[in-house]
């Protein structure tokens, strides 16, 4: 567990932090779009509504995985 917590805490590489920026940006996106389908009542289609929960758990799962990528390894 000790060892998840320093990959965790450890400097990301640039590139995984490009990619979770991305992943934030388009989690936020289908998320503007769940919500607004529900307090607006826009009845977009269900396909719609479906793909951005799937997007938003997708990106959830890649932004966090990507935080525990590492420059080096630790002894």
């Not at 400097?11 to 932090?17: D, L, S, V, Y």
């Not at 490009?18 to 389908?37: L, S």
């Amino acid at each position: 567990m000790n060892h998840l917590i320093e990959r965790f805490k450890a400097e990301t590489p640039i590139f995984w932090k490009k990619v979770q920026r991305f992943m934030v940006i388009v989690g936020g996106i289908a998320t503007a779009v769940w919500t607004i389908n529900a307090q607006m009542g826009l009845n977009l289609d269900v396909h719609i509504v479906t793909v951005c929960k799937y997007v938003l758990v997708a990106c959830a799962a890649v932004t966090l995985s990507s935080q525990f990528t590492i420059n080096k390894p630790i002894a």
